[in-house]
């Protein structure tokens, strides 16, 4: 069982946004700043999509956003792409030198 | 263009001994931390172990605390992870990762590690 949780499903048609969740506690996404996501294709790597709870790397299309309240973290991703399918999944620090993972969501275009 | 290439996967029976490396082109190694993170079949991911660019602080989770060993070697673009003591439960897929600014910035495609008698 992973520490953050997840939907496991979400989905929308091309052009909607969707909001993915991440809830954790007030030991780790309560309680820090440093909340990511990152998206995975299926045999691909895990690619960096957010840190810090709403910033992009470099060369992260601004469709992507996040952000925070109290416990659960959100991925909202805008204007949907046929290639935005893919799992995402959250992490975040958990204090004492510790990190943890959401399960991921299965991000469905329609 | 970053890549992060694991090696040293494979078969071990319980109680065994396994020793992984990753080997980092495309960006100045020294520069930053680096992370191992697993998964095991059919569940989410697990954070490992971490070392810091200078390899002054390593910090490991529960669960391979005192069995596993993070190290790392600049001169050759390294980082390993020592595993001894293995149990089924270590069964992974383990992605060496280059650590950004609190989070996983860059990842390798894993390699499998399997447990088992």
């Known amino acids: 069982q992973s520490a953050l949780t997840q939907p496991p499903s979400a989905s929308g048609s091309p052009g909607q946004s969707v909001t993915i969740s991440c809830t954790g506690t007030?030991?780790?996404?309560?309680?820090?700043?440093?909340v990511s996501w990152y998206q995975r294709h299926p045999g691909k790597a895990p690619k960096f999509m957010i840190y810090?709870?709403?910033k992009r790397p470099s060369g992260v299309p601004d469709r992507f956003s996040g952000s925070k309240s109290g416990n659960t973290a959100s991925l909202t991703v805008s204007g949907l792409q046929p290639d935005d399918e893919a799992i995402y999944f959250c992490?975040?620090?958990?204090?004492?030198?510790?990190?943890?993972f959401g399960a991921g969501t299965q991000l469905t275009v329609l | 263009q970053e890549q992060l290439r694991e090696s040293g996967g494979g078969v071990v029976q319980p109680g065994g001994s396994l020793r992984l490396s990753c080997t980092a082109s495309g960006f100045i190694f020294r520069s930053y931390g680096m992370h191992w993170v697993r998964q095991a079949p059919g569940k989410g991911l697990e954070w490992v172990t971490f070392?810091?660019?200078?390899?002054?602080?390593?910090y490991y989770a529960d669960s391979v605390k005192g069995r596993f060993t993070i190290s790392r070697d600049d001169s050759e673009n390294t980082v390993s992870l020592q595993m001894n003591s293995l149990r089924a439960e270590d069964t992974a897929i383990y992605h060496c990762?280059?650590?950004?600014?609190w989070g996983f910035g860059f990842w390798g495609q894993g390699i499998l590690v399997s447990v088992s008698s």
């Open positions: 992490a975040s620090y958990a204090g004492r030198n510790n990190w943890v």
């Open positions: 007030s030991s780790d996404v309560g309680g820090y700043n440093y």
């Open positions: 810090e709870v709403n």
């Open positions: 990762v280059k650590d950004m600014d």
């Open positions: 070392i810091r660019n200078d390899g002054s602080d390593k």
